[in-house]
C-alpha cells in the first residue's frame, strides 16, 4: 500500500495494474451509449442475479506475499482466513494449505530462509506499524521472538545468501530516522548489530552475492530517492546514485558478479525505466524500456542470472521473464500464463526454475501462482475462498477518460452494475484513492464488488498526482497546485451527469487517507455535487496532521504537501477544516484510535465541527491503526456504511 492508502494493493505483492479497456457495459455498448435491444435481457439478468450482504462480501479471503522454501517445495503465504492475514503455506498446487501462526494481529510478511526450514514473519500491535520479528519453525510449530522492541518500527530487508543473519532498518535510536542493523538468525532481543546510522528513511534492498555488503535506499519523498552500497567490513557508504533535482530509483537489486546494480528509474525519461548501474564507474545502461508505461520493478536469481521485471500497462501488470546473457542484455522466455491482474512480489525457488508471484484480478479473489520461467506455464496454488459468491457475477471496471478543466483527460475505472438502471438513473461511489502518489488499479475489491451487486456504479478516477503515468503527471498536483486534483473530481462527476445510467442526485465520495483528504475537499469546493461523502482515516487539517503524524513521517510527507515552517498560510487555506461550513451533504467518519500515519485527531475536528450543521457519523475502533484490517472491524465498518448510504442516498 503506498504511504496515505487504505486500499490499493502497493501491494507488496505489487498490488494493481492493468492495460487498456475492460468489459463492455452491460446493457451498453463500447462508447457508453445505451443499446435500447438489450435493456429487457438486462433487466431478467438482474432479477435472476443473487444478492449478498456486505459480510459476505468481506468474508472472500486473500492469499498473497509469496515466499519459497528453499527446497522448492513449499510456498509460505499470508491468507486472512481467520480475520486477519497470517501465515500459511501449501506444498503443491491446489493442496490443503497449513495454518503456521495464530495471532489475533496482522502478520505484514513472511520469509523462508535460503538454507533452512525456518522463516522470519512480522507482526505489529493494534495497526501501530511497530512491526517486531519472530522465527517460526513449520516442522515444530515453535515460534521465537526476534526484535522485542515494541517501542520502535522495524522494516524487514532479507536474508543474507547463507541463511546466517538478515538485515532490518529500525528507528530503535532515534524515532525520527532509521538505522541499518544486521542480526544472527538466534540472536533474540536487543541482539541484533548497528552496523550504519541513518539521518533519514532507510531501507535495506538486499545483499551481496558473497553476503560483504548491503543495498540501503534513503527515500527523500515517494519521487526522490538515493542508493548506497554499505560495506559490512568496514563500514564504508558508497553513494551510488549521485544526481540533483528528484530522480526515482526503484526497486534495486544486485547483479549476479556483484559489480552492478539493477534498478528502474527515471533519471532521463518520464516515466521507469529499468537499468544496469555499472559499480565500476557509475555508468548506466538502458536494459528494458518500458515505453510510455512504468517499469515497476525487478528481482533477479543471482545463481542462474534469470530475472522477471514488471509493467504497468495502465494499470495491469505485465511480467517478463528472461535470463541475462550479457550485463545488458535479457533474452526473454515466453510471457508467464497470468490471468489478466494486478501482480507483483515475485519469489524465486531453488534453481531458478520457477517462481511464486501474487495475482488479483479484479473479478477473482487474490492468489498466489508458480510459474515456470522457461515455458511461462503457470499453475495457481492457493485456492482463496470466494465466500461462495460466484466468481461470475463479479463485474470487471471498464477503463474510460474523460475531460477536466484544461482538457486534460483523466484516466479512471467505471464499474457498472447489471440492473436497469430505469428512468432515474442508480446511484454511484466515487472512490478516490489515497497517496497521494498511488493509483487505483483493477484489482480485487469485495467493497466495489458489493456496491454493483446491490445497483450502485463505482467510479474510481488516478486524478492529477496519481502514480502509474509519468512524473510529469505525479507532479501536476504538488504543494500549490493541490486543489487541481479535486478539481479533476468535480470533472469526473460532470462526465458522469452526463452518462445515461448514472442519476445525477445520488453521488457519493467515499475515499481513503489521503482519500479522505479528496473527499473533504471535494465536499467543501464543490458542495452542490454530492449526496453524502464517507471519509475513512482522512486528513482533515494539514497543519495538525504534519504536527502530529509519525516522527520518520514527517519529512517525506513536507516533500509532497509543502513544509510547516515555509507553507503554513497555505497548508491552512487548503485544509478542509477552514471550510467546513460549506458541506451540504450527510458525512461518515472511520478512523482507528492508533493511527501512526494520520492521527485520530483529524477525525474528531471535521466530526466536531460538521455536525454543527449536516448528518454526521462517527465511528472509531480502538484496536485499528491506518485503515481497517480485523475482519470483525471491517464487517461493523462497511455494514453501517451500507445503513448509512440506505438512510441518505
Known amino acids: 500500500m503506498t504511504d496515505e492508502d487504505t486500499r490499493d494493493v502497493e501491494s507488496e505483492a505489487a498490488p494493481r495494474e492493468d492495460g487498456d479497456t475492460a468489459a463492455e457495459p452491460a446493457g451498453g455498448t463500447a462508447d457508453g451509449s445505451v443499446d435500447e435491444e438489450s435493456t429487457a435481457p438486462a433487466a431478467a439478468a438482474a432479477a435472476e442475479r443473487p444478492r449478498f450482504g456486505v459480510e459476505r462480501y468481506l468474508n472472500v479471503r486473500s492469499a498473497s506475499g509469496a515466499s519459497m522454501s528453499p527446497d522448492g517445495g513449499r510456498v509460505a503465504f499470508l491468507m486472512d482466513t481467520t480475520g486477519v492475514p497470517q501465515v500459511w503455506s501449501v506444498d503443491g498446487p491446489g493442496s490443503w494449505p497449513e495454518q503456521h501462526t495464530f495471532a489475533d494481529e496482522r502478520v505484514t510478511f513472511a520469509s523462508w530462509s535460503p538454507e533452512r526450514p525456518e522463516l522470519v514473519f512480522g507482526m505489529d500491535e493494534g495497526g501501530n506499524e511497530r512491526a517486531q520479528f519472530f522465527r517460526l519453525t513449520p516442522g515444530t510449530g515453535t515460534i521465537e521472538p526476534l526484535t522485542a522492541t515494541p517501542e520502535a518500527k522495524h522494516r524487514w530487508g532479507g536474508w543474507s545468501h547463507d541463511g546466517d543473519r538478515f538485515a ?20 533474540t532481543g536487543d541482539g541484533a548489530d548497528l552496523v550504519h546510522e541513518g539521518d533519514g528513511w ?5 545483499w551481496s552475492p558473497d553476503d560483504t555488503r548491503l543495498l540501503v535506499v534513503e527515500a527523500y519523498s515517494n519521487f526522490d530517492q538515493d542508493v548506497y552500497a554499505l560495506n559490512l567490513e568496514t563500514g564504508d557508504v558508497r553513494h551510488l546514485t549521485p544526481h540533483q533535482g528528484d530522480v526515482r530509483y526503484y526497486s534495486p537489486e544486485w547483479g549476479p558478479d556483484g559489480e552492478s546494480v539493477y534498478l528502474v528509474t527515471d533519471r532521463e525519461t518520464d516515466t521507469l525505466r529499468l537499468e544496469r548501474l555499472d559499480l565500476a564507474d557509475l555508468s548506466f545502461s538502458v536494459v528494458a524500456d518500458g515505453g510510455e508505461w512504468n517499469v515497476d520493478g525487478v528481482s533477479i536469481d543471482h545463481d542462474s542470472r534469470r530475472l522477471v521485471y514488471s509493467r504497468n500497462v495502465d494499470g495491469y501488470t505485465e511480467l517478463t521473464a528472461g535470463e541475462l546473457t550479457a550485463p545488458d542484455r535479457i533474452d526473454e522466455f515466453p510471457a508467464p500464463e497470468l490471468p489478466r ?16 508471484v501474487t495475482a488479483s484480478p479484479s473479478t477473482d479473489a487474490t492468489n498466489v501462482h508458480v510459474v515456470d520461467v522457461k515455458t511461462g506455464e503457470t499453475e495457481r496454488w492457493t485456492r482463496a475462498s470466494t465466500a461462495g459468491i460466484p466468481r461470475e457475477t463479479f463485474v470487471e471496471p471498464e477503463l474510460v477518460h474523460y475531460p477536466t478543466f484544461d482538457d486534460r483527460q483523466i484516466p479512471a ?15 454511484v461511489v466515487v472512490d478516490i484513492h489515497g497517496g497521494p502518489e498511488a493509483q487505483r488499479r483493477p484489482s480485487f475489491s469485495p467493497i466495489t464488488q458489493f456496491f454493483v451487486n446491490h445497483g450502485y456504479a463505482v467510479f474510481e478516477p488516478n486524478v492529477r498526482g496519481s502514480a502509474g503515468y509519468g512524473k510529469a503527471y505525479a507532479a501536476l498536483d504538488d504543494v500549490e497546485k493541490r486543489m487541481d486534483s479535486v478539481a479533476d473530481v468535480a470533472a469526473a462527476v460532470d462526465w458522469l451527469h452526463d452518462h445515461p445510467l448514472v442519476d445525477p442526485d445520488r453521488i457519493v465520495a467515499m475515499g481513503g487517507s489521503y482519500g479522505g483528504f479528496m473527499v473533504l475537499a471535494s465536499m467543501t469546493e464543490y458542495p452542490e455535487l454530492w449526496a453524502a461523502g464517507i471519509d475513512v482515516v482522512g486528513i482533515a487539517n494539514f497543519v495538525t496532521f504534519l504536527e502530529n503524524t509519525g516522527d520518520w513521517r514527517r519529512a517525506l510527507r513536507e516533500a509532497e504537501y509543502g513544509s510547516l515552517e515555509e507553507d503554513r498560510e497555505f497548508l491552512e487555506s487548503i485544509s478542509p477544516i477552514n471550510g467546513i461550513d460549506a458541506i451540504r451533504a450527510p458525512l461518515f467518519v472511520i478512523h482507528g484510535e492508533n493511527d501512526p500515519r494520520v492521527p485520530v485527531g483529524e477525525a474528531h475536528q471535521i466530526v466536531e465541527e460538521a455536525s454543527e450543521h449536516v448528518p454526521v457519523r462517527e465511528l472509531i475502533f480502538e484496536d485499528e491503526g491506518h ?18 448510504l440506505d438512510e441518505h442516498v
Open 168 to 187: 532490518f532498518t529500525s528507528n530503535r535510536r532515534d524515532r525520527s530516522v532509521f538505522d541499518v542493523y544486521v542480526q544472527d538468525r538466534t540472536a
Open 202 to 206: 532507510l531501507t535495506v534492498a538486499g
Open 341 to 356: 491482474s494486478v501482480a507483483g512480489g515475485v519469489s524465486w525457488g531453488p534453481d531458478g526454475d520457477r517462481f511464486a
Open 413 to 427: 475505472f467505471f464499474t457498472e452494475p447489471d440492473v436497469d438502471s430505469g428512468e432515474d438513473g442508480v446511484p
Open 627 to 644: 485503515g481497517l484490517t480485523k475482519l470483525e472491524n471491517r464487517i461493523e465498518a462497511y455494514t453501517a456504511v451500507v445503513e448509512f
